[in-house]
């Protein structure tokens, strides 16, 4: 069965503190991994995906198929940091789907 | 820019009412999703099309049905509301990709009360 875990509902932190949000996958397969992120009165979007290994606003995640992990981090957590994040995977093939995790959100206090 | 709108930020119907949530996106997407949005639950899929006239269930179709008559709309249909389908109602698009999933495109949102 496909499943996405998050671990922590809240997740608070203060200003330039290093960030990390907690995600595990259960996937028989090679899944594809996603964050997305929504802001306050924002819609959902997509913040980064494992495929592309880039850093978006100074986030990074990488895919760790042993422990079944994509974690999010940020060296230097900023106030506009402060989101719901959702990590998400899906499937390589069949129907094209996303399972989403419950979601971390994340504050950023001055 | 891809738009994806939705036709009501803020319902409220009664119980057993028949209820319908409209979706448009604007970038000819093949795929189109229909989410629920509960706090501590995250996102949950509904439904989902990949084409016109085509549908599969997701993960909670119960109480829900779907219509793609037009590849730029998707609409949702609650039969029969109940004040369990009290929600935020979310709707997305994307490419069909033979390279996998591609980004999926979210609109607003509906939040629905059912009293």
């Known amino acids: 069965a496909q499943r996405v875990t998050q671990p922590e509902k809240l997740l608070s932190v203060f200003k330039g503190a290093p960030v990390e949000l907690k995600c595990n996958y259960s996937y028989s397969g090679s899944p594809e991994l996603f964050w997305y992120v929504q802001y306050s009165r924002q819609r959902l979007q997509l913040l980064l995906r494992?495929?592309s290994r880039e850093s978006i606003k100074g986030f990074t995640a990488d895919l760790n198929k042993g422990e079944t992990s994509f974690h999010l981090k940020k060296p230097f957590a900023q106030e506009e940091d402060s989101a719901m994040y959702y990590c998400a995977l899906s499937g390589r093939t069949g129907f094209q789907k996303l399972v989403f995790g419950t979601g971390t959100r994340l504050l950023v206090s001055p | 820019d891809v738009k994806v709108t939705q036709s009501s930020r803020y319902l409220v119907k009664r119980t057993g009412e028949k209820v319908f949530l409209e979706c448009v996106q604007d970038?000819?997407?093949?795929?189109m999703f229909w989410y629920r949005q509960d706090p501590g639950l995250g996102l949950r899929l509904i439904y989902f099309s990949y084409d016109v006239k085509m549908k599969e269930k997701g993960d909670i179709p119960e109480g829900y049905s779907v219509s793609r008559e037009k590849k730029e709309r998707f609409s949702l249909i609650l039969e029969s509301a109940s004040t369990n389908q009290t929600s935020m109602y979310l709707c997305a698009s994307s490419f069909l990709s033979a390279g996998g999933l591609g980004e999926q495109y979210f609109g607003p949102g509906t939040r629905l009360t059912v009293t």
């Open positions: 494992h495929i």
């Open positions: 970038m000819d997407h093949e795929n």
